[in-house]
């Protein structure tokens, strides 16, 4: 009942087409839909079903939307809709919740054809993905006042570190994390989406969603450190690495403690 219940609310066509879809007669066997629904006083059994499955696109539309204001505010009405769409009856909602239903979103809208900039679109879609994901992800402990005083100054520079379960680190193309401020700000002036690599980290901290832009040295430097390259070697690699606005030593340990103080390693390790 379960699985014929599913079938039916989540085909794209209307009640009928979904009632007699091969998938919804596979589920009910033998029965008829009036061997498992009853009429109503003023409805017949698919009538009732199909209540539940024409509340179920606006479900899913809504619920995506909480998650991606930007993207939907970057398409605009319509073409968000249509998005939804084609992106429910690819990927339909298969868990108890909907926490899970833009798994595939980001990857599904840099395909769709009624993208005008799907690079852009799929660079905004990933920003709001991971800040979902980050919302959503079980708590750390990040490291105390007290681990971080208690590692002894010279064996800083051999410390592993480990990011917390809240904490993406992401490259886009373009500014799409100044778009989406702009969104929630709700300001009219936006940022010009012109091509441009950026650089953003996003963690919880106290019940809310942080995101910090990033210069790219400062990016490298703390996808080394996520990544279990102890951290006297990935200061000496964003040294190296150099460039005409290469950080100093000084420069680059301030991001590092900055880093710590904000809560985004959970754990340090001296070997």
Known sequence: MQRWMQEVVVHPGDIAEAVASPSAKK???RAAIEDVILPSRSLEPADRVGIYQGMYLMRMEEA???????????LGGHAWSALVRGYVAAHPSVTYTLNRLGDHFSDFVAKWPGAKRPELCHDLARLELAMAEVFDAPQT???SDAEIAAV????WERARLAPIEAFRLLSFRYPVNAYLQSVRDEDHNHPDLKRKDTYIAIYRRDYSVWRHDLSQAAFDLLTDLVAGKPLGKAVAAALARG??????????FRWFREWAAGGVFKSVRLR
Do not use: I, N
């Open 152 to 155: 002894p100054p010279e064996s």
């Open 141 to 143: 402990e990040p490291l």
């Open 27 to 29: 589920a009910l066997g």
């Open 243 to 252: 460039g005409k606005r290469a950080p100093t030593t000084d420069q680059l």
């Open 64 to 74: 995506l939307e909480s998650d991606y204001p930007g993207l939907k505010h970057l």
